[in-house]
């Protein structure tokens, strides 16, 4: 564990420049993700959520009614994904200007059991749509998404080099000292290294899950690659389906062929990322945390109505899904979202305080900022 | 430049276990609570709660000084 001066100083530096890089992006993305944390609940007040009630047993409406009414509802656009509320009886059809864009779309939404239309807020309006772009992106899109990447990645190393620096530091001190009776310097180092080491493992979990999150769209690439010209294989050379079997008809083809306790989750049409030229893809999910996020997709041939095959995710794709919860903390009920809350808290108040160690530097000569990680935190800046 | 203080601690120095003892608990008491509310709920709920709060009980303890004396 002992490490020479040298060694020291050089994980010192490491520490200080990456943070210095990423500090300003972490303190964004932990402000904005604050009010993310309890995105359902803000959806709740003002989406189409509000209106409905939920029902136990679940919907049997026509899809097929539900599509035909967003196409009519949006004449220029063609419909891409349909999903399934996991908690209430509402079904989402998403249309879009063509089947791969990703940034013109509609969002309607229907009555599960009637079918009929649920008027709601534009999905990419208001206070929340801003807050998530600008998490994610930095409202610039996939390369605003990848850059964020690279940030995670600087992220990672200023924590592992923050934790190499914390053990000649902590030497001659108790874990979890916080010296308030010496100078703001020694508090505010003190209480950086505390709250630090001690949410650790969590910073680390949502660190790189978000890493993950911002790789979505290469791993979906990889997917397609990977496991989708699988399926179009047998179809080389065949066009792609002009007129679309009855999605009703698929649904309920990819239902029969379902293992039980699986619930539908959504459908891609064919020509979309997730899913292939001649396919819908039709996804199932479970029922626990964890299995609810680990869809199975079945694809049905677009033309016949019937089932080519269902399969199970491969472990990148699982492993972004995975991500999801794990990054919002919205998976164990409201008691789990306010301790993220405070957790994200407490990671403001890490940023924070190592802010103030280097916006403080110049009254401290480096020498003496190593030696005061080599003596074991004990010698006291000169005020 | 003073260096107040080094002389009554000089004698104390810890090993790597002793300093990351605690860090590591902590740190595996974290992982059992992100992974046990996204195993099932009720119960592996609680457990979540309880293990990630004392997070912050240790965070909220320390700043108020515990090992002050």
Redesign the interface.
Known sequence: ?ALSQTGIRRWYLVHKWTSLICTAFLLLLCVTGLPLIFHHEIEELTGAHSSIEQVAGGGTASLDTMVEDAKRRAPAQVPGFLFWDSEKPLVAVVTASSLTDQQNIVIHYYDARSGAHVPAPPHDEGVMAFLLDLHKSLLMGLPGTLFLGLIGLIFAVAVVSGVVV??PF???L?????R?DRSPRVRSLD?HN??G??????V??VGLTGLILTMATPIALIWQIDELSEISAPYEGKPPPTRLASLDTAVAAARAAAPGGQKLSSVAWPGTMFSSKHHYMIAFSGE???TERLIHPAFVDAETGRLTEIRDMPWYVKGLF?SV??HFGD???M??KI?WA??DI?AIVVLWTGLRLWFGRRRVPIE?RVEELR??G???P?E | ?S????TK??T?????WQ??R??LL??????VG?VT?????GLY?LI??AT??L??V??V???R????R
Do not use: C, H
């Open positions: 564990m914390y053990a902590m030497r001659k108790a874990f979890g000292t916080v308030k209480t505390m709250v080491i001690v949410t650790l493992g969590w680390m979990v626990t945390p964890l995975l919860p794990l998976y164990g009920g008691p789990l301790i405070l957790l407490a003496k003596g074991g004990v010698p006291e000169a | 430049m260096i107040n203080g080094t601690r000089k104390l120095s810890q090993s790597g300093i990351f605690w860090p902590m740190a595996l008491a974290n992982t992100l509310a996204l195993v099932g709920d709920d979540s709660w990630l709060a997070t912050l240790v965070i303890a320390a700043w000084g515990w090992s002050a």
